[in-house]
C-alpha cells in the first residue's frame, strides 16, 4: 500500500526487466492511470516505455485498433 507522501518513479523499462532512474515508490499505468507500487509492477511495454496495472490493462494497450 503506497503511503501519502509516496513519490513517483521513473523507470527504463527494458524487455524483462526495467531500470530505475530516479527514486520513487510507484509508477502510473499508462492504461488506467492507477498508481502501481514498484514492488507490484509486473506488466510494461519495453516498445512504448509505459507501465500497466494489470494483464488486461496490457492487453487493451497493446491491441491493434
Not at 20 to 49: F, H, K, N
Amino acid at each position: 500500500m503506497l503511503k501519502p507522501e509516496s513519490r513517483p518513479a521513473k523507470l527504463q523499462y527494458l524487455t524483462n526487466n526495467f531500470r530505475v532512474l530516479v527514486d520513487g515508490d510507484y509508477v502510473t499505468c499508462a492504461g488506467t492511470g492507477a498508481r502501481i507500487p514498484l514492488e507490484e509492477l509486473r506488466y510494461w511495454s519495453a516498445a512504448r516505455q509505459e507501465a500497466y496495472a494489470t494483464a488486461e490493462a496490457a492487453t487493451a494497450a497493446l491491441a491493434p485498433r
